[in-house]
Nanobody
């Protein structure tokens, strides 16, 4: 069992930066592929980024490449999402998620929300223009 708690959300102006954190409970955090997803009311949940259990492989949706960086600290059971050059279209509730998969590279399946086993409660990001 893994419990996930996101933090770091808030209101920021376009062009600004935020760092999201996701604290994970449980001793097996390092066994999980971790992902960030986001959702706008009335729209489907969208994949943002994923990172393998070792941190050696990452993958991003095209709209955030070069602006967002996913990272993890297995010793601290923490997942991060550094978001730079934020745009109004990044406004959403952001969720971290854990998938029980020790893949060596982020698989296509790890971009699908229904492949994840555990979810956080979400944190709101609002980017003003």
């Amino acid at each position: 069992q893994v419990q996930l708690v996101e933090s770091g959300g808030g209101l920021v102006q376009a062009g600004g930066s935020l760092r999201l954190s996701c604290a994970a409970s449980g001793r097996t955090f390092s066994s999980y592929t971790m992902g960030w997803f986001r959702q706008v009311p009335g729209k489907e949940r969208e994949f943002v980024a994923a990172i393998t259990w070792s941190g050696s492989s990452t993958y991003y949706t095209d709209s955030v490449k070069g602006r967002f960086t996913i990272s993890r600290d297995n010793a601290k059971n923490m997942l991060y999402l550094q978001m730079n050059s934020l745009k109004p279209e990044d406004t959403a509730v952001y969720y971290c998620a854990a998938r029980n998969s020790r893949e060596s590279r982020v698989l296509v399946s790890s971009t699908l929300g229904n492949q994840y086993d555990y979810w956080g409660q979400g944190t709101q990001i609002t980017v003003s223009s």
